[in-house]
Nanobody, 125 residues
Framework: VQLQASGGGLVQAGDSLRLSCAAS????????MGWFRQALGKEREFVAA????????AYADSVKGRFTISRDMDKNTVYLQMNSLKPEDTAVYYC???????????????????WGQGTEVTVSS
């Protein structure tokens, strides 16, 4: 599976961005998807996840109500819509695929098998 993340950029606090993660080699219908982020000097952290088939989603408390994970099966692309951005959202954002059956512990970085290259988001105050 190859993942290509895009859509990052420099925005002001309160603005919105939509990140995209295009996949090749495997359809999103058969895997769980996740978005993570890593700020400078910090560990990679969970942002959002979508269960295979798109039947459920989950979010980190820090982004709940502001970010939305979605997918377009025709384009084999997963999105992360980010609204009301804050300076603390500044990070490199990564999409990831988890190919096992289990969806539990979706916030654990080590459970994901494939990663995109990351796209940088900078939010100025």
């Amino acid at each position: 599976v190859q993942l290509q993340a895009s859509g990052g950029g420099l925005v002001q606090a309160g603005d919105s961005l939509r990140l995209s993660c295009a996949a090749s080699g495997r359809t999103f219908s058969n895997v769980h998807m996740g978005w993570f982020r890593q700020a400078l000097g910090k560990e990679r952290e969970f942002v959002a996840a979508m269960r295979r088939g798109g039947v459920s989603t989950a979010y980190a408390d820090s982004v709940k109500g502001r970010f939305t994970i979605s997918r377009d099966m025709d384009k084999n692309t997963v999105y992360l819509q980010m609204n009301s951005l804050k300076p603390e959202d500044t990070a490199v954002y990564y999409c990831a695929v988890r190919s096992g059956l289990s969806y539990g512990n979706y916030e654990y970085v080590r459970l994901y098998d494939y990663w995109g290259q990351g796209t940088e988001v900078t939010v100025s105050s």
